[in-house]
């Protein structure tokens, strides 16, 4: 592979239910701090949420926010802290070259349904609806605001992808700066679902909302008591650029994007398929042309719903039975950011390739054995001495499913 | 409503949609939009906030009365001239 093919993360910004910057989130990681709580929903009342508490107006004015989204407003904290971290001498950056690809789960769901609530309180008056809907509706909009926000003027996509999205967020990444449509690009994903009410009425329904009268262990992946998904917003977006240029303005490098995949299931609206996120992580390995033994770290989707856990560790089971691999878990600390959650779940992860630390999956009392996996790294941060390379797994609903496997960069 | 009523109302209805704007000085003979940053998005959220509020459609012909303060207050008053405060 030619150092132009090379694809490196240079610049992260993220926020997450349990910390605002990269410092913060991996420091809440290793000390096992959750950050769910009590949440309020329309309709539904009381129920558990990841609740984010960035600085909003940081690089937005309140009519901004005001006008957007908050999915848009999420991507816009977490693209500039991106790009503020990535050293890039922005002012003089070409923003032509520039492109913005951001996953997001669901988009649209929030305003809809603030539309209809308020519109109820005029007797359902469509007159009264909001001319705000629609560009705040369209499914490109939290990337959109980001080009609004920052002056990009290259392409901007976002992603839908339930909740393989955050890793399709850096594959999307990846393939434009390898075609050389652009020269940096602005990606990851986000998610602002805690403010619909849809999708917790729409777990509930299925029984997979997870309960617990103590908030931070509500969400427990792998565990025999979970009892579903805490659902979360958040956002974790990088800069990433070609190898060379990266080197050439002597920027920080976190890490490589080695190997990438992604597959569909065909089989179920729902439910995962283990057979196929099997196949989708070797595809990566493949592709990043190493084997299951050179992997350290595999950063699991697992939703803590029970068939998702269940069916995730069957896969991991297949592939890393007899690796040294450790196994990990993010969502247990902040429920599922959704469109987030594959972008948040390998950042969370890349300082490893500095202090040689996994963190946990918490919330682990009672291992179900149809969960058992080799390696679990439960309650407590594993020192593993040298990190080189970290697997993060994604899988979401209609059979969607996203590896990322990124690399320590060594100059 | 008298007239400052409604100029209160119009500012306050201001105030929410430019909520980083000082209106403190606000000129009610000039334009919005010399004084204020706000586009055909915004002026189209003064409509709407006047139609939640007090039921009033407001043809697009008539916009270009909603330009100034003064304009706005002398065109809303024989249409609110019977609403009260806060209705």
């Known amino acids: 592979m030619s150092d132009q093919d090379r694809i490196v993360i240079t610049g992260i910004g993220l926020t997450s239910p349990n910390g605002n910057s990269l410092a913060e989130f991996r420091q809440n990681l290793l000390n096992g701090k959750s950050g769910v709580v009590d949440y309020e929903t329309r309709y539904m009342g009381p129920v558990l949420a990841g609740v984010c508490n960035f600085d909003e107006l940081r690089y937005q004015k309140k009519k901004d926010l005001r006008r957007g989204t908050r999915a848009g407003s999420i991507a816009v904290y977490c693209a500039n802290e991106a790009v503020r971290d990535s050293g890039l001498d922005w002012p003089n950056v070409a923003r032509d070259r520039v492109g913005v690809y951001i996953g997001i789960t669901e988009h649209g769901n929030v305003e809809t349904e603030n539309e209809i609530y308020e519109i109820s309180k005029f007797q359902y008056d469509t007159k009264v609806w909001s001319h705000h809907h629609n560009p705040r509706t369209v499914a490109n909009n939290a990337a959109g605001e980001v080009t609004l926000n920052m002056g990009i003027t290259g392409p901007h996509l976002t992603l839908g992808a339930a909740c393989a999205a955050g890793n399709a967020g850096f594959i999307q990444a990846a393939q434009m700066l390898r075609l050389d449509e652009v020269d940096i690009a602005v990606a990851g994903g986000v998610s602002e679902s805690i403010h619909t009410f849809g999708i917790f009425a729409s777990f509930a329904a299925q029984g997979a909302l997870a309960t617990h009268e103590d908030p931070t262990k509500a969400c427990r992946p792998f565990d025999m008591n979970r009892n579903g998904i805490v659902v979360a917003e958040g956002g974790g977006i990088c800069t990433v650029e070609r190898l060379p240029h990266a080197l050439a303005r002597g920027a920080k490098i976190y890490a490589e994007i080695i190997g990438y995949a992604m597959n569909s299931d065909a089989r179920d609206f729902v439910l995962p398929d283990a057979n196929r996120q099997a196949e989708c992580m070797q595809l990566a390995m493949k592709r990043a042309k190493i084997n299951v033994d050179q992997i350290d770290i595999v950063s699991s989707h697992a939703t803590a719903t029970e068939q998702g856990d269940i069916e995730e560790a069957s896969a991991l089971r297949r592939i890393f039975a007899d690796s040294k691999a450790v196994i990990n878990n993010t969502k247990s600390f902040i429920g599922h950011a959704m469109g987030a959650a594959g972008a948040l779940e390998m950042l969370g992860n890349l300082p490893s390739f500095d202090d040689g630390i996994a963190h946990a999956t918490i919330n682990l009392d009672d291992l179900d054995p149809r969960c058992a996996l080799p390696n679990l790294v439960i309650n407590q941060p594993r020192e593993l001495g040298n990190v080189n390379c970290i697997l993060n797994n994604s899988f979401g609903m209609l059979g969607i499913n996203s590896v990322v496997i990124v690399r320590k960069y060594v100059g | ?87």
């Open chain 2, 1 to 87: 409503m008298t007239s400052d009523q409604i100029r209160q109302v119009i500012l306050e209805i201001l105030e929410r949609i430019a909520p980083d704007e000082d209106l403190t000085d606000l000129d009610d003979v000039r334009p919005f939009r010399e004084q204020m940053e706000l586009d055909s998005m915004d002026f189209l959220d003064i409509v709407m906030e006047l139609r939640k509020m007090y039921r009033i459609q407001i043809p697009e012909e008539d916009y270009p009365n909603l330009n100034t303060m003064a304009g706005t207050v002398s065109y809303l008053m024989p249409r609110l001239k019977d609403v009260a405060v806060g209705a």
